[in-house]
């Protein structure tokens, strides 16, 4: 198993775009999690999916962000008319139900 | 709403020395404590995870206890090494984690 994997690594986009980023998890994990880490702070958790469940939302994803994890594989996180407060690294982690949590490289979002 | 704070906010240590990075969370109502390495511009790698029933985990040179009543938890690392510089996280975890802003250690050769 590679672990985790997130494509793109890096996107620049200017305001008003839409972005989609996509996050594979480790195969077996039934658990999938959306952060998002902005400099110098610890990540804030976005949301989070049981198979392809989706049973929490934080407050901090606004109407313009959705997550999908079709089938319970992997999951896209979408961002529509970007922000330039949206400027982040968006990380992803998988884990069993009550076990450790492994996270991906990140994508990096940059919006102009 | 759970909050995290970890102190010192940074740290720098003469090669050898061991580091103590101290961890607080306001609600003990969690399942785990897991701590974390993030080096600059990478993901997260996880280091430790200790269940709220266990009141250390161990491995290597890396030695973390919690302390679930008071909300504590601290990570000891012995005889460091200019590779582990980087920022250590800890996270709370109640079913999702809530992180701390981390300390940034630098260990000097």
Redo the contacts between chains.
């Keep these: 198993d590679t672990g985790v994997s997130q494509n793109p690594r890096h996107k620049i986009t200017k305001r008003g775009q839409n972005v989609t980023f996509r996050c594979d998890p480790i195969s077996e994990h039934n658990r999938l999690y959306w952060y998002r880490q902005t400099l110098g702070q610890g990540p804030e958790f976005l949301t989070y999916f049981q198979n392809e469940a989706q049973l929490e939302k934080s407050r901090l994803l606004s109407d313009r962000f959705s997550a999908e994890r079709p089938k319970g594989s992997f999951s896209t996180l979408e961002i529509q008319r970007t922000e330039q407060g949206d400027s982040a690294m968006y990380l992803c982690a998988s884990s069993h139900v009550g076990f450790e949590q492994y996270f991906g490289p990140g994508t990096r979002l940059t919006v102009t | 709403k759970q909050e ?1 704070t970890q102190i010192p906010a940074a740290l720098s240590v003469p090669e050898g020395e061991n580091l103590v990075l101290n961890c607080s969370f306001t609600d003990s109502a969690i ?2 404590l ?1 701590w ?1 390495r993030q080096d600059p ?6 280091l430790l ?1 200790i269940q709220s029933s266990q009141r250390e985990q161990t491995s290597g040179r890396l030695n973390a206890s919690l302390d679930k009543s008071s909300g504590r938890s601290t990570l000891y690392i012995a005889a460091s090494q200019p590779g582990d510089s980087a920022t250590y ?1 800890c ?1 709370a ?1 109640d ?8 300390t940034t250690v630098t260990v000097r050769a």
């Design positions: 995290v399942y785990n897991q974390f511009g990478k993901g997260l790698t996880s995870l996280l996270a975890d079913y999702k984690l809530s992180f701390g802003a981390g």
